[in-house]
């Protein structure tokens, strides 16, 4: 995090990140002293409405971050950065984006929560896009023009107002993780009254065990057990009404409707309060880690992994034979998960026994067109062919010529 004063000091001179939280509520001056080198530009949590006509004198600069502002329409600007690849205006105002407003290079488009009612017809001519989230706002349809964006990989569209659901996404030959829910096409949340409920209060949360899109997962203690649960637990707090997935309620009732698997994360009781809705969950015992990291900036929609880490062939096996079964699994329910990365992943690296979760994506379709159920599970299982190109990526060198190698190879080809 950068000051203004150091910004009109000049010490940023020549930096390529900068990122001011400061209750802007003008875009700085100075900030065009740094166009010689400022890549990414990061204003988010000020209360901007507005950036300068001028913006594209920053001819180098590649992302910018606008979340928790005031906007109200998506600068035009931006359609003339000549560089600019990755936008995020999430939870602003913005209630239109106007055709000239989105630049052709973009490969990562973030309006989460805003007020759209509709998309220009422009963005067609984004061939490089590859990630488009767009929960929480107000769509009834999507364009046509969105099936040119042949590159498209991901897609979020939760919390809107669709009125059916949108055929176009399943002409896209490179589509693998794909939200829907929480819109008027969606079949309702199943009521579940047999799942066990239980107050905040008789919880104590302990430290951080990770977080994601949709919330905050920690360990946690009770005070209070009258449902005689395990001890020690995890606790999922959603964060707040409307996440970049789309409602907690529907990740709720998702996972729900999934039921139970060998490797899916238990989940125990749930918290609905005014103030608070989370869900209670096994505690995962800690020789369980993660098996992926998140995107980066750079790989946008493609997990990374840490550096030096690699499985031989008979353990991707393992790995890829279990996470069929949960497909499988998803399948037979009609849920697609929406999520389906390694970084959802916990492994035991001693048996190889891995445990999946995190539904905030999650969507039912069962109720839908048999054309339609057979496309969604299409998009489903190409998440899990990246996900078998990505196990194949950590296989050791010496079993790189090994015919189970080249058998999983061939299978996802």
């Known amino acids: 995090m950068h000051t203004l004063k150091q910004l009109n000091s000049g010490e940023l001179k020549g930096?390529?990140?900068?990122?001011?939280?400061?209750?802007?509520?003008?875009?700085?001056?100075?900030?065009?002293?740094?166009?010689?080198?400022?890549?990414?530009?990061?204003?988010?949590?000020?209360?901007?409405?507005?950036l300068p006509d001028d913006l594209d004198r920053l001819t180098k600069l590649r992302i910018v971050f606008c979340s928790n502002n005031q906007f109200t329409e998506l600068p035009e600007v931006l359609g003339r950065c000549s560089k600019l690849e990755m936008i995020g205006f999430k939870n602003n105002q913005i209630e239109q984006v106007s055709e000239k407003a989105l630049p052709v290079q973009t490969r990562w488009l973030i309006l989460t929560d805003n007020q759209l009612t509709q998309l220009p017809d422009s963005i067609g001519r984004l061939k490089p896009l590859?990630?488009?989230?767009?929960?929480?706002?107000?769509?009834?349809?999507?364009?046509?023009?969105?099936?040119?964006?042949?590159?498209?990989?991901?897609i979020r569209l939760s919390a809107n107002q669709l009125q059916a659901f949108p055929e176009v996404l399943l002409k896209l030959p490179k589509l693998a993780w794909l939200a829907f829910s929480g819109?008027?096409?969606?079949?309702p949340r199943d009521p579940h009254d047999d799942f066990k409920t239980v107050a905040s209060q008789d919880?104590?949360?302990?430290?951080?065990?990770?977080?994601?899109?949709?919330?905050?997962?920690?360990?946690?203690?009770?005070?209070?057990?009258?449902?005689?649960?395990?001890?020690?637990?995890?606790?999922k707090v959603f964060k707040g009404e409307v996440t970049?997935?789309?409602?907690?309620?529907?990740?709720?009732?998702?996972?729900?409707?999934?039921?139970?698997?060998?490797?899916?994360?238990?989940p125990l009781?749930?918290?609905?309060?005014?103030?608070?809705?989370?869900?209670?969950?096994?505690?995962?015992?800690?020789?369980?880690?993660?098996?992926?990291?998140?995107?980066?900036l750079v790989s946008c929609t493609r997990d990374t992994f840490t550096q030096g880490q690699a499985f031989s062939i008979g353990q991707i096996e393992q790995i890829v034979e279990q996470m069929a079964s949960l497909l499988k699994h998803f399948a037979e329910r009609k849920i697609?998960?929406?999520?389906?990365?390694?970084?959802?992943?916990?492994?035991?690296?001693?048996?190889?026994?891995?445990?999946?979760?995190?539904?905030?994506?999650?969507?039912?379709?069962?109720?839908?067109?048999?054309?339609?159920?057979?496309?969604?599970?299409?998009?489903e299982l190409r998440a899990f062919h990246y996900f078998v190109e990505d196990m194949l990526s950590l296989c050791v060198a010496e079993d790189l010529n090994s015919k189970a190698y080249q058998t999983l190879k061939a299978s996802i080809a």
């Not at 990122?19 to 990061?42: G, V």
């Not at 990630?131 to 023009?145: E, F, H, I, W, Y």
């Not at 819109?183 to 079949?187: I, K, L």
């Not at 949709?214 to 203690?221: E, L, M, R, Y």
């Open 15 to 50: 930096i390529k990140r900068l990122q001011i939280a400061d209750n802007l509520t003008q875009f700085p001056p100075a900030i065009y002293e740094l166009a010689d080198s400022l890549e990414i530009l990061d204003l988010s949590n000020n209360a901007l409405t507005d």
């Open 130 to 154: 590859q990630k488009l989230a767009l929960a929480g706002n107000q769509l009834t349809v999507l364009p046509d023009s969105l099936g040119q964006c042949q590159n498209l990989e991901l």
């Open 183 to 187: 819109n008027p096409f969606c079949a």
């Open 203 to 235: 919880l104590t949360l302990q430290e951080v065990l990770g977080q994601g899109a949709s919330g905050v997962i920690s360990k946690a203690t009770w005070v209070h057990n009258a449902l005689s649960l395990p001890n020690e637990v995890a606790v």
């Open 244 to 266: 970049s997935d789309g409602y907690p309620e529907d990740e709720l009732d998702a996972c729900l409707a999934t039921g139970s698997h060998d490797n899916l994360v238990k």
């Open 269 to 296: 009781a749930k918290i609905s309060e005014a103030d608070q809705s989370a869900l209670v969950m096994e505690l995962i015992p800690e020789v369980y880690t993660n098996l992926g990291q998140p995107p980066s």
């Open 336 to 379: 697609s998960h929406g999520d389906l990365y390694a970084h959802n992943v916990l492994i035991n690296n001693d048996t190889g026994h891995i445990l999946f979760g995190d539904f905030g994506a999650a969507s039912k379709y069962g109720h839908l067109r048999e054309d339609i159920q057979e496309g969604i599970a299409n998009v």
